[in-house]
């Protein structure tokens, strides 16, 4: 044990966490316990005089293969250890994120929503959800508040919705759809809350090789694609090495605050392996924001911004490295996926933002535009919408139906789609999409291309990055002058 990893342990075994037992299990192993998690610092000897590599971990025992916070990096930097070190118990003491999810239906008497309320709870026993469903006049709620997570309005008390989000704040407040509550359709209503309050709708957990190119692409190449998705409640960094199409090793970073510096832990720890990143063909890295030439512009807050990812990695390591937009990526792999449109839009939008972001492929080719602005959305939003914006609208299925279906219209008409691919958790109707949409196309509605609700989006991120790498590496083309 080196001296840092000494250094390290005895900061971890005193670390000060309210309601939090920290046990030394062996000098490989800390665990620290709460009520409703589990962390663990786990180290692993590479030896040869080589770094330590740190991994940390939370598990909620309801979601134990979803780990609320998971990375490794190498024992170098006692400061960069102990700020990883304090993200992860700040997340471990966030207890809410592991609480039950407590639902709160409402009608006049109570007397429907009670019953409902029972059947709801009855599935979600079946189905295995963590969920509280609980029902109480709607008089009674407004005069008392309470801690839950959603409010459901009953179809004859909706008018009062805004009262209500008065009355609690920090819940999703919506209105039952009234074919749902009146034929107490349990699957239906159980969806609906699902898609509310998950982050993971459109962002499944399993690390699995479902998609597969359906184009005609030459996939002869070692390539690491580098994913980052940015999420309300936990960011997401997976990676992937394919050989020749095949996925030989794979992992994934999940912490509240993502940042440059998790690429450079994964390349780090993944060197320290035995998998030499020189060896590879090329790193394909896709993040948020405006990628230029490498740089990340427009996402500081989501810590990727102001930093030339591409050439810090490239001369590090020896490698050539491409930087690109997620949802160009996610875009790419709509289009390489299937053969049955030529040109598709990706819209993608996390619920409680009032703007998204696109990708679009038009006749097989991806649209980047001027500084690869194309897809960035907020100009043309405060266009739609002005600069004064109504937050509270991004935060219910009707609100964010009315945002996207204006985005949706103007690329309809500007470019005309064959298909737009949906990756929005409060949007899961494509039916009720299409139909908003609608009413602003009248007699002209046979012009609403197919919309497809995507369910697999960092999996589209990963095939489309894979696919714009090969197509750099096989037909390079010269940088832009602007």
Not at 14 to 24: H, L, M, Q, S, V
Not at 121 to 137: G, V
Not at 141 to 166: C, H, I, N, S, T
Not at 294 to 301: D, I, L, P, Y
């Amino acid at each position: 044990m080196s001296e840092l990893g000494s250094t390290f342990r005895t900061h971890v075994l005193a670390a000060d966490i309210p309601n939090c037992t920290i046990t030394r299990v062996d000098d490989e192993h800390i665990r620290l316990v709460t009520s409703h998690a589990t962390g663990e610092v786990n180290f692993y000897d590479l030896g040869d005089d080589l770094p330590e590599i740190v991994e940390l971990s939370i598990i909620d025992p309801d979601c134990p293969n979803e780990p609320k916070f998971f990375l490794h990096f190498e024992l170098e930097d006692e400061a960069r250890a102990e700020e990883l070190f304090s993200e992860m118990t700040d997340q471990l003491q966030q207890q809410d994120r592991f609480d039950t999810t407590r639902v709160l239906l409402c009608c006049t008497a109570g007397l429907t929503t009670t019953m409902f309320a029972a059947k709801l709870q009855e599935a979600a026993k079946t189905f295995s959800l963590d969920y509280s469903f609980e029902a109480i006049p709607l008089e009674q709620a407004q005069a008392g508040g309470g801690d839950f997570d959603a409010v459901l309005l009953a179809p004859q008390v909706g008018y009062q919705r805004k009262a209500v989000m008065e009355s609690f704040p920090d819940a999703v407040v919506v209105q039952i759809p009234a074919k749902v509550f009146a034929s107490y359709d349990v699957g239906a209503c159980l969806k609906m809350v699902m898609h509310l309050l998950s982050d993971n709708t459109v962002f499944p957990s399993a690390d699995k090789d479902s998609l597969k190119f359906v184009r005609d692409l030459k996939n002869d190449r070692r390539i690491m694609v580098i994913t980052c998705v940015g999420r309300p409640r936990n960011g997401w960094t997976g990676w992937r090495i394919y050989d020749h199409g095949t996925i030989v090793a794979h992992g994934s970073v999940t912490k509240a605050n993502p940042d440059w510096r998790d690429i450079e832990d994964i390349l780090s720890t993944l060197h320290m392996r035995d998998w030499k990143v020189s060896d590879l063909d090329a790193i394909g890295i896709a993040v948020p924001g405006v990628v230029n030439r490498g740089s990340v512009a427009f996402s500081g807050q989501r810590g990727y911004g102001d930093y030339e990812l591409g050439r810090v990695i490239s001369e590090r390591y020896g490698v050539k490295v491409f930087v690109d937009n997620n949802a160009n990526a996610a875009a790419v792999g709509c289009y390489v996926s299937q053969d049955t449109y030529d040109s598709v839009v990706l819209h993608t939008q996390q619920t409680g933002f009032l703007v998204g972001g696109q990708g679009i492929v038009i006749d097989g080719r991806l649209v980047k535009g001027r500084t690869n602005y194309a897809g960035e959305l907020i100009s043309l939003h405060n266009a739609f919408y002005g600069t004064e914006r109504d937050h509270e609208a991004a935060w219910t299925p009707e609100g964010m139906r009315q945002i996207v279906a204006r985005m949706l219209v103007a690329d309809i008409a500007l470019v005309a789609p064959d298909a737009i691919y949906v990756a929005v958790d409060l949007i899961y109707d494509m039916d009720a999409l299409r139909a908003e949409i609608a009413r602003y196309f009248g007699d002209e509605a046979g012009f609403i291309p197919d919309l497809v609700r995507v369910s697999d989006y960092r999996e589209l991120i990963s095939l489309g990055e894979l696919a714009l790498c090969l197509q750099k590496l096989h037909s390079p083309r010269p940088h832009r002058k602007h």
